[in-house]
């Protein structure tokens, strides 16, 4: 395959070609029978068919491709219907065709092999910036995937992928974090750094020199780089270089390139009112030579996403880890302070990024978990999205001041909340970080009243991250928590349903271990 054909440029021009170009070449159908596989490609794939269009209609007609414009009609479902679908694949069972009066909306696919809702990955035709916004306000993770088409240019064989995440293993859950409390940042992260501004000294001299850190000496006689954090000024190019990285797969296809751009730098509405804002986060570098001359402002790491509510997903990112080592996690880490301030609360890196889990704090959630936790700070609007509209002028001070507020908040003698606790996992202590286990509580109810485990997981998300829900049998559930001051907090608070139902809450204590010679540890 000639990977250079219709690939976009660097500087994220589209690609030159003779004559007028369909968005799709043909009928699903007909895409199907040069890709035999297409649905059994990342789990079982199904495509959703547009509102008002039968089963039977879409297959004679080979899908969406000769059904709807993929350029500028969307799928036509409500924001209630997107949740439906939402709740459909969260359930291994679904027979319903409509739910409360409202119609689920329909999927469709060729392959005979039987369709699992909680594994189903989904895909349309459609990139229209009313299903890009409706998909992401429901949660789901977007992306373009390839597909084989004789005489397409790369660039426009491109199907929008909706996922959430696959289940049940969990190396295919969705990768997330509530909240700054446990994103991981230590003072290593400030070496190398000096404020924006001051490159006075010996070239760009480390601050940690200054604040006695034993290791600043050593790299005051390095070049330094002084970081500014933007958002959304240079979303074209953030695109670019992330093709140029990465190739064109994800965000690099003509279709989903020109939606998410047309998005960027706006507040788009969903139908029932959330606001979606398409973003980019760009780390410039004011890095300073060795004989103490400063050099131009370069973009040396950016990532792409969209942010719903206090919801932020983030697509894809590069980074110029090779001339600026470490750029990477400091974009990280400032991205997550900065758009904290601007009131997102829940951050989201899909399903494939791992060491976001080990570097940065994450954890990972199946689709009921995750679910949950997308629509209660889906349903909070940001608290102060002016944030958005300016800058970080010093990454150094932004990263300093959360170092300052953590060790001042800590306790004497207690271990820093960003140091992984040595102490076994799973105990009840008050340690704020998660541990291997996690910390569990126990709950209990009337026997006779049915409490289903979305529930549960919606009434104690409220507290923090929920790593696993357990129903034990009728009126008991176990329920765990990555941090040890959420379980805390759902014991001291006992959460209460709509309905009536007292509850009794408490926590969980580890089994203690016994030697070989009986005696209890």
Same mark, same amino acid.
């Not at 040396?300 to 919801?311: H, N």
């Given at each position: 395959?000639?990977?250079?054909?219709?690939?976009?440029?660097?500087?994220?021009?589209?690609?030159?070609?003779?004559?007028?170009?369909?968005?799709?070449?043909?009928?699903?159908?007909?895409?199907?029978?040069?890709?035999?596989?297409?649905?059994?490609?990342?789990?079982?794939?199904?495509?959703l068919?547009?509102?008002?269009?039968?089963?039977?209609?879409?297959?004679?007609?080979?899908?969406?491709?000769?059904?709807?414009?993929?350029?500028?009609?969307?799928?036509?479902?409500?924001?209630?219907?997107?949740?439906?679908?939402?709740?459909?694949?969260?359930?291994?069972?679904?027979?319903?065709?409509?739910?409360?009066?409202?119609?689920?909306?329909k999927?469709?696919?060729?392959?005979?092999?039987? @369709?699992?809702?909680?594994?189903?990955?989904?895909y349309?035709?459609?990139?229209?910036?009313?299903?890009? !916004?409706?998909?992401?306000?429901?949660?789901?993770?977007?992306?373009?995937?390839?597909?084989?088409?004789?005489?397409?240019?790369?660039?426009?064989?491109s199907?929008?992928?909706?996922?959430?995440?696959?289940?049940?293993?969990?190396?295919?859950?969705?990768?997330?974090?509530?909240?700054?409390?446990?994103?991981?940042?230590g003072?290593?992260?400030?070496?190398?750094?000096?404020?924006?501004?001051?490159?006075?000294?010996?070239?760009?001299?480390?601050r940690?020199a200054?604040?006695?850190?034993?290791?600043?000496?050593?790299?005051?006689?390095?070049?330094?780089?002084?970081?500014?954090?933007? !958002?959304?000024?240079?979303?074209?190019?953030?695109?670019?270089?992330?093709?140029?990285?990465?190739?064109?797969?994800?965000?690099?296809?003509?279709?989903?390139?020109?939606?998410?751009?047309?998005?960027?730098?706006?507040t788009?509405?969903?139908?029932?009112?959330?606001?979606?804002?398409?973003?980019?986060?760009?780390?410039?570098?004011?890095?300073?030579?060795?004989?103490?001359?400063?050099?131009?402002?370069? @973009?040396?790491?950016?990532?792409?996403?969209?942010?719903?509510?206090s919801?932020?997903?983030?697509?894809?990112?590069f980074?110029?880890?090779?001339?600026?080592?470490?750029?990477?996690?400091i974009?990280?880490?400032?991205?997550h302070?900065?758009?904290?301030?601007?009131? !997102?609360?829940?951050?989201?890196?899909?399903?494939?990024?791992?060491?976001?889990?080990?570097?940065?704090?994450?954890?990972?959630?199946?689709?009921?978990?995750?679910?949950?936790?997308?629509?209660?700070?889906?349903?909070?609007?940001?608290?102060?999205?002016?944030?958005?509209?300016?800058?970080?002028?010093?990454?150094?001070e932004? @990263?300093?001041?959360?170092?300052?507020?953590?060790?001042?908040e800590?306790?004497?003698?207690?271990?820093?909340?960003?140091?992984?606790?040595?102490?076994?996992?799973?105990?009840?202590?008050?340690?704020?970080?998660?541990?291997?286990?996690?910390?569990?509580?126990?709950?209990r109810?009337d026997?006779?009243?049915?409490?289903?485990?979305?529930?549960?997981?919606?009434l104690?998300?409220?507290?923090?991250?929920?790593?696993?829900?357990?129903?034990?049998?009728?009126?008991?559930?176990?329920?765990?928590?990555?941090?040890?001051?959420a379980?805390?907090?759902?014991?001291?608070?006992?959460?209460?349903?709509?309905?009536?139902?007292?509850?009794?809450?408490?926590?969980l204590?580890?089994?203690?271990?016994r030697?070989?010679?009986?005696?209890?540890?």
């Amino acid at each position: 395959m000639d990977r250079d054909d219709g690939v976009p440029a660097v500087d994220g021009s589209a690609p030159a070609a003779s004559g007028v170009m369909t968005a799709l070449p043909g009928t699903l159908k007909e895409i199907r029978e040069f890709n035999p596989e297409l649905d059994e490609e990342q789990a079982h794939r199904a495509h959703l068919l547009p509102a008002g269009v039968s089963e039977e209609a879409g297959r004679e007609a080979g899908g969406i491709g000769r059904v709807i414009d993929p350029d500028t009609d969307g799928l036509g479902y409500s924001s209630a219907q997107w949740d439906l679908l939402v709740d459909s694949l969260t359930m291994s069972r679904w027979n319903e065709n409509t739910h409360r009066g409202v119609s689920v909306p329909k999927l469709h696919r060729e392959s005979p092999v039987k @369709l699992n809702r909680r594994s189903v990955q989904l895909y349309t035709a459609s990139f229209a910036e009313t299903t890009v !916004v409706e998909a992401a306000r429901a949660g789901f993770f977007l992306f373009g995937s390839e597909f084989e088409f004789p005489g397409v240019p790369l660039a426009r064989r491109s199907l929008l992928n909706l996922e959430l995440c696959n289940e049940p293993t969990d190396l295919e859950g969705r990768i997330v974090l509530e909240g700054i409390d446990a994103l991981t940042i230590g003072k290593r992260a400030l070496r190398g750094l000096c404020h924006v501004g001051v490159l006075d000294g010996v070239g760009g001299h480390s601050r940690l020199a200054d604040s006695g850190d034993s290791g600043g000496a050593a790299h005051a006689s390095r070049p330094g780089h002084a970081y500014s954090l933007t !958002v959304s000024r240079q979303f074209d190019t953030v695109v670019a270089r992330i093709i140029e990285q990465h190739g064109i797969d994800w965000v690099g296809f003509a279709a989903i390139q020109s939606t998410l751009a047309a998005l960027a730098g706006r507040t788009a509405v969903a139908q029932d009112g959330t606001e979606v804002r398409v973003v980019s986060l760009e780390l410039w570098s004011q890095s300073t030579s060795a004989d103490e001359h400063s050099v131009p402002a370069e @973009l040396v790491s950016g990532e792409i996403g969209y942010i719903v509510g206090s919801c932020y997903t983030c697509l894809s990112l590069f980074a110029d880890d090779t001339n600026h080592p470490r750029c990477s996690r400091i974009r990280v880490q400032a991205a997550h302070l900065w758009l904290a301030r601007a009131g !997102v609360t829940l951050f989201d890196a899909g399903t494939t990024a791992a060491y976001f889990v080990h570097l940065h704090g994450y954890h990972r959630t199946n689709r009921r978990e995750f679910a949950a936790l997308w629509r209660i700070h889906r349903d909070k609007p940001l608290h102060a999205p002016v944030v958005l509209e300016s800058e970080c002028p010093d990454v150094y001070e932004l @990263l300093q001041a959360r170092l300052s507020s953590v060790g001042s908040e800590r306790p004497a003698g207690a271990a820093h909340p960003t140091k992984r606790p040595r102490s076994p996992s799973g105990t009840a202590g008050d340690a704020d970080q998660p541990g291997a286990k996690g910390v569990g509580v126990r709950v209990r109810w009337d026997s006779g009243v049915t409490i289903a485990r979305e529930q549960l997981i919606s009434l104690f998300a409220v507290y923090g991250a929920v790593r696993k829900v357990m129903v034990v049998r009728p009126g008991e559930a176990v329920v765990v928590f990555n941090s040890g001051s959420a379980a805390h907090h759902a014991v001291a608070t006992v959460p209460t349903l709509s309905d009536p139902c007292p509850m009794q809450v408490s926590l969980l204590m580890p089994r203690k271990k016994r030697r070989k010679d009986g005696v209890v540890k």
